[in-house]
């Protein structure tokens, strides 16, 4: 049980002093990125949906 505690302890002291957390400013930055990045592919993946679709409508018509 001791282990537990000592792992615990450890654990808060390296989140609390040895991890560089992002800035504010850094962190909406990032945030903004990948919410633009996320339109992006969706976009995307939708376009190439829609071209399947045409192709494989276009082909079941034959």
């Not at 001791?2 to 962190?27: A, F, H, N, Q, R």
């Not at 990125?33 to 082909?59: N, P, R, S, Y």
Request: with cysteine.
């Amino acid at each position: 049980m001791s282990k537990i505690g000592t792992y615990v302890k450890e654990s808060y002291k390296e989140l609390t002093t040895k991890v560089t957390w992002p800035t504010w400013d850094k962190l909406q930055s990032s945030a903004i990125l990948v919410m633009v990045c996320t339109l992006i592919l969706t976009v995307i993946i939708w376009v190439m949906d829609i071209v399947f679709k045409t192709i494989m409508t276009g082909l079941y018509q034959l």
